[in-house]
């Protein structure tokens, strides 16, 4: 018995999506892996409907938009208000993304963004101000992703 929530199709629709879902139809899909692009709507809906699929995002060149400065903050959070404060931290303005760690002290990652060090600074007072602990700052100089994927995505 196969446990695994997504078969060859399932996959090759998410990586197509991922490799840019704005400008991938149904109907490319469906050319592609010899389905029809109804079949593969319906996929997508189910996918969506499971939470497997959650949204569909641009990928921004912060430093084009004016944003030359992006760092990863990282921050210890008491385990019991952990959670909390993670989602709190998206409520500081510059912050774009923040990750909940599950384990080890440095265990929530803020990305920011801004345009001088200054920015920079009263988002790390504003996170202080939450209850996080700064432990770390880094700013980011590039960062690369790869789509989902596995070897058998050929249906």
């Known amino acids: 018995m196969n446990d695994d929530p997504l078969d060859a199709l399932d996959k090759r629709i998410i990586h197509a999506l991922q490799c840019d ?3 991938t139809s149904a109907s490319d899909v ?12 319906n996929r ?4 969506e409907d499971a939470d497997i699929l959650m949204g569909y995002r641009p990928e921004v060149n ?10 990863l903050i990282v921050c210890t959070a008491p ?9 709190d931290a998206l409520e500081v303005p510059g912050v774009v993304a923040v990750r909940e760690i599950t384990t080890g002290t440095e265990n929530v990652h803020v990305e920011a963004i801004g345009t001088d ?8 007072q504003d996170l202080d101000a939450l209850g996080l602990e700064v432990v770390d ?11 989902f994927h596995q070897f ?3 249906v």
């Open 44 to 47: 997508i809906r189910k996918l």
């Open 79 to 87: 385990i019991p208000e952990r959670e909390q404060l993670a989602r």
């Open 21 to 23: 879902a704005r400008k």
């Open 117 to 124: 060090g200054d920015d920079l600074s009263r988002i790390g």
């Open 152 to 154: 058998d995505v050929d």
């Open 30 to 41: 469906a050319d592609e892996v010899d389905v029809s692009a109804s079949t593969v709507r």
């Open 62 to 71: 912060y430093e084009k938009a004016g944003y030359q400065l992006r760092t």
């Open 137 to 147: 700052e880094d700013l980011i100089r590039n960062e690369y992703e790869h789509q």
